[in-house]
């Protein structure tokens, strides 16, 4: 039996082996994925991304929960900021999942972002498709802390939460545009400190200003919740099923996983034609004269597309 069909018959030891696997971006493993990229399943994605502090993995953790109260196998996918001088990283999502240690249909992955921006882990997208075929669903995708423009969680997730809470200090940067006009779906966490209600309203403000394209209108709902007391997760759980009810009822569900296959293959494009220049003989050549000021940036990486042919 191949790594895969262990995988679906969910065996949890080649599961964290394929994680491990397309994290260190092993090309067998990425290649077996993707000749079973048609028959992956489709489970619902949700996001849960917010400025550092919000408190995003205590409150995944009670979102775990309470779908495995309603029978969900969950799969998480929880990505932590790297150093940018040693390259490591503490993993410390993980840490505040452990009541799910032992619980054999919850799936905690933490990845280091390895230097990412966006707030995910360059192995995000892949690990997602390996619980996926592990028959996790849903599968969570929480960021490291992100600010104003890291928003690549919204093109994984069906759903998007972000996390915001009343003690980050001045609101009106937490609500400027970029991370606001991602949420699907928001959540003021730690609602027990003072701020909250100011907070949301803000938050409604800052919702009514997103610009509305054609076609169905979702207004993003707004939870309050206390994480470390289980307090609103409830009603956060029914917030992100009536997103993915509009979803499907509206026939947008195609839409999405469309737009985020696309957005991959661009990924994946200018990774790999990245690649392909720095392999170039000519891109050490172009660099020095880059660097000693004889050469613009521009012009050099003309005459690399050039030599490349494209």
Excluded at 25 to 44: F, Q, S, V, Y
Excluded at 52 to 60: E, H, N, R, V, Y
Excluded at 122 to 140: K, N, S
Excluded at 180 to 201: F, T
């Amino acid at each position: 039996m191949d790594l895969l069909d262990r995988i679906r018959a969910r065996d949890t030891r080649a599961t964290a082996r394929a994680l491990t696997l397309v994290e260190n971006g092993d090309e067998p493993m990425l290649a077996a994925l993707d000749a079973a990229h048609a028959a992956l399943p489709h489970p619902e994605r949700i996001g849960v991304t917010g400025p550092p502090g919000a408190g995003k993995s205590t409150l995944t953790s009670a979102l775990i929960k309470h779908l495995r109260g309603a029978g969900k196998r969950v799969g998480v996918v929880a990505v932590d900021p790297s150093s940018p001088f040693s390259g490591g990283a503490l993993l410390g999502d993980r840490l505040r999942m452990t009541e799910h240690a032992l619980d054999p249909d919850v799936f905690v992955r933490s990845m280091a972002s390895r230097g990412r921006f966006g707030g995910l882990a360059i192995g995000a997208h892949d690990a997602c498709d390996v619980l996926a075929l592990a028959g996790f669903d849903p599968v969570i995708v929480e960021t490291v802390g992100v600010g104003q423009s890291e928003v690549d969680i919204a093109r994984l997730a069906d759903t998007t939460v972000v996390v915001l809470t009343p003690s980050a200090g001045d609101s009106v940067q937490a609500l400027k545009a970029g991370i606001m006009e991602i949420a699907d779906v928001v959540a003021i966490n730690k609602a027990d400190q003072p701020g909250a209600a100011r907070l949301e309203e803000d938050v409604r403000e800052a919702l009514e200003l997103r610009p509305h394209g054609a076609g169905p209108h979702w207004q993003p709902p707004v939870v309050r919740s206390v994480a470390t007391k289980g307090e609103g997760v409830a009603a956060l759980a029914d917030a992100i099923a009536q997103h993915r009810a509009f979803l499907e009822a509206n026939n947008v569900m195609s839409q999405v996983r469309a737009t985020r296959a696309k957005a991959r293959l661009v990924d994946l494009a200018g990774e790999a034609l990245l690649k392909a220049v720095s392999a170039s003989p000519l891109f050490e050549r172009v660099s020095g004269q880059v660097s000693a000021g004889t050469l613009s940036p521009r012009a050099a990486v003309s005459e690399l597309l050039r030599t490349l042919g494209v």
